[in-house]
């Protein structure tokens, strides 16, 4: 008796874990750490990550500095692994902290978008009728306007606004820096509010099809509330593809910082990013003295990043496709 137990004890636990690790989460795990682009973007972009926002505290205090004459336009070497330049400035500390800076901004355009995407995508897709045709005809003039046009009136209107509001917070009236972060949040804004329209296009989709289901007739005859069949049944089924929208929306929002940063709009000095270091870097090049040091990080940064954000991006899309047969 006790061997036939004992035996049955061990057939019920093999039993658990198989469907463990038949589960959908434990199979996409699976399959993404098969995918040896998607693991080593995860590697470096965690390095990136790492590096840059580690250094936080050395960077925001020393990315100014400015050294003597001598130091101008330094090549990389030991004392300057970076290099510097024009005005003498090290360009590893200016290097992390414009990292830090374009990681943040897309990281937390990522989450508004985010945020408002599956909100709205969650509300048309369920509700239908009116509100869907509103908030539909809603993105869609969003994304008619011109993006640098809409980025240019928001700094004119918002950055007064912010930067009173950052003074009266602060107590200090009078500092630079805080026009510079009412920048940063206005940027933030600018970027944010047409990130989330294809986010909520995707979970809208999403939900006209689950909303049709039988387990979404079943709760409605339950007696289930609205807001419980959203929260509770239809949002856990679309976590796959906000998770893999999320990830392909930071590199566009990174990319979409240094375009502005790069044409004037974004970063101002003194603060530092990879787009304006990347504006920097081109206007000081010249037939005479090719100072490539200038330009070779910030647009080795972007890339790498963006890069392994896209690899990760599509490891997560093909780890959670439920028809994947591998």
């Known amino acids: 008796m006790r061997r036939m137990s004992a035996l049955s004890t061990i057939s019920e636990t093999l039993v658990l874990e198989s ?65 510097t330049d024009s005005l003498s400035r090290d360009i590893l500390t200016r290097f992390l902290l414009g990292g830090t800076i374009s990681l943040a901004i897309g990281l937390a355009a990522a989450l508004i978008s985010v945020v408002i995407g599956t909100s709205v995508g ?32 928001m700094r004119v209107v918002l950055v007064p606004i912010f930067t009173k509001f950052l003074q009266q917070l602060t107590n200090n009236p009078e500092s630079s820096a805080v026009a510079a972060w009412a920048n940063i949040l206005v940027l933030l804004v600018g970027i944010a509010s047409v990130s989330w329209l294809t986010m909520a296009r995707v979970v809208r989709g999403q939900v006209l099809s689950l909303r049709e289901q039988p387990f979404i007739e079943a709760c409605r005859a339950l007696g289930y509330t609205n807001p ?72 080795l940064g972007l890339s790498v990043t963006l890069l392994c954000l896209n690899f990760v991006g599509d490891g997560l899309r093909d780890a959670l496709d439920p028809k994947s047969s591998r």
């Open 122 to 153: 969650l509300l048309s897709g369920y509700v239908g009728g009116r509100v869907d045709a509103f908030l539909m005809r809603l993105v869609d003039i969003l994304y008619g306007l011109p993006y640098i046009l809409l980025v240019i009136l």
């Open 19 to 83: 469907a463990a690790l038949r589960s959908p989460w434990a199979m996409a795990r699976r399959r993404f750490r098969r995918n040896i682009f998607a693991v080593a973007g995860m590697v470096v972009l965690a390095l990136v990550l790492g590096a840059c926002f580690s250094s936080l505290p050395w960077t925001l205090n020393n990315y100014n500095d400015q050294h003597d004459l001598l130091h101008v336009f330094e090549e990389p070497s030991w004392q300057f692994v970076f290099g």
């Open 228 to 299: 419980r069949i959203l929260l509770q049944h239809i949002l856990p089924n679309l976590v796959g593809p906000i998770l893999v929208y999320a990830t392909l929306t930071v590199p566009q929002a990174i990319l979409s910082e240094s375009f502005l940063s790069f044409l004037g709009l974004g970063i101002q000095a003194p603060l530092p990013s990879w787009g304006n270091m990347a504006s920097e870097g081109i206007d000081a090049l010249n037939p005479v003295q090719v100072r490539w040091w200038l330009i070779l990080w910030p647009c």
